[in-house]
């Protein structure tokens, strides 16, 4: 290469030296040779490939993919095994087993403290809507099980004693509750705080281009393989029932996180044909009774992402909309029944792409 450019240089000099009249040429010469030659050089150098892992997460998926020729999945796998030691309800032997159990848990990593500590900063905003002290209304209604059933409101009242955020205090080192038989479910954001997990690592190793999706949660953050920002899709909440597209809209995630939680999957019926959603109001004990089908929310992290689409979903519409518009950094897209039809609504700076019907 560098005998290369000492040829180039003594070229252009002998042109630049035979007649005064030929400089403004030599010198145009000159840049275009050494534009073409940078170009031809860089367009020779290797670029750096996109890595794709897949496995299992939290009793689901995850689907990462990154430009990096390093493959890490140990080191992730690695992270979201500890992760799910602390904060899975379905490990018995995880901190929040133990807690749920026992009222108490001394913090044996900082996975349990943390989660924890975002789902209360997302309690307040949302005016108790996620509710994470809701675990014995999800165990008696028991909705996304074989048994679930219709709990009468006495069963529901004495249930509702339990759900008291404020019972729960929170040290350095414990996690503590003032009434027996408290126990909690963090399920709403883990997915959420899994994947924020997970952008703290890809950071920490330099890596500014890539995906992470567990469970359908999703954080984009610089440019895909094409060299263009992440789309991503947002599904159709009727598309199993005749719709002819499984895709409702797209949008485009630019260092940002995106969450959409609905109740068109997850429900029963009872003999009567009332249907019941897995979304259960924590102010009232129910399952929750509107129109809201799905709600996509964009933010800056996955734990903010998730926690406010699922207290969306706990609102309804209107207030939905009222939360969104309030909050700095959050950005939403609703899709609602109105006179038997599908409608939608979007926050100023979500920037959905409708997918033709």
Not at 48 to 55: A, C, F, H, M, N
Not at 326 to 337: A, I, N, S, T
Not at 339 to 357: A, I, P, R, Y
Request: hydrophobic share 35%.
């Amino acid at each position: 290469m560098e005998r290369f450019f000492s040829l180039v240089y003594r070229v252009s000099k002998s042109v630049l030296k035979r007649d005064i009249k030929y400089r403004a040429l030599g010198m145009n010469y000159l840049r275009l040779l050494l534009i073409t030659v940078f170009c031809s050089f860089w367009s020779c150098a290797p670029s750096t490939p996109y890595t794709r892992l897949k496995g299992n997460a939290f009793g689901s998926y995850y689907s990462i993919v990154y430009r990096s020729s390093e493959d890490y999945r140990k080191d992730i796998e690695t992270l979201l095994s500890d992760y799910s030691k602390a904060v899975s309800r379905y490990d018995s032997s995880s901190e929040l087993s133990e807690f749920n159990r026992r009222g108490r848990i001394t913090f044996r990593s900082p996975y349990l403290k943390g989660l924890f500590g975002k789902y209360r900063e997302i309690h307040r905003v949302t005016d108790r809507a996620l509710e994470p002290t809701i675990m014995p209304l999800v165990k008696a209604w028991a909705i996304n099980t074989p048994n679930a059933q219709v709990v009468d409101s006495t069963e529901v009242d004495s249930l509702l004693f339990y759900v008291d955020f404020e019972a729960i205090n929170v040290s350095k080192d414990q996690l503590v509750t003032t009434k027996k038989g408290q126990t909690l479910d963090l399920n709403a954001i883990g997915e959420g705080y899994g994947i924020d997990l997970l952008t703290d690592f890809f950071i920490k190793k330099g890596i500014k281009n890539f995906k992470i999706e567990i469970g359908g949660e999703m954080r984009c953050h610089g440019k895909n393989p094409e060299g263009k920002t992440w789309n991503i899709g947002i599904e159709n909440p009727v598309s199993s029932i005749g719709a002819p597209s499984s895709l409702f809209a797209t949008v485009k995630l630019d260092n940002c996180a995106l969450s959409t939680s609905g109740s068109y999957r997850q429900y029963f019926t009872d003999s009567l044909g009332r249907k019941y959603t897995h979304i259960i109001d924590p102010k009232t004990g129910f399952p929750v009774r509107h129109h809201l089908l799905s709600v996509s929310i964009k933010a800056k992290d996955g734990a903010t992402a998730d926690g406010v689409a699922t207290a969306c979903m706990v609102m309804g519409k209107e207030k939905a909309i009222q939360l969104i518009e309030r909050l700095p950094e959050v950005e939403g897209f609703l899709m609602y029944e109105e006179d038997g039809k599908v409608v939608n609504w979007q926050s100023e700076g979500f920037g959905v792409t409708l997918v033709s019907q």
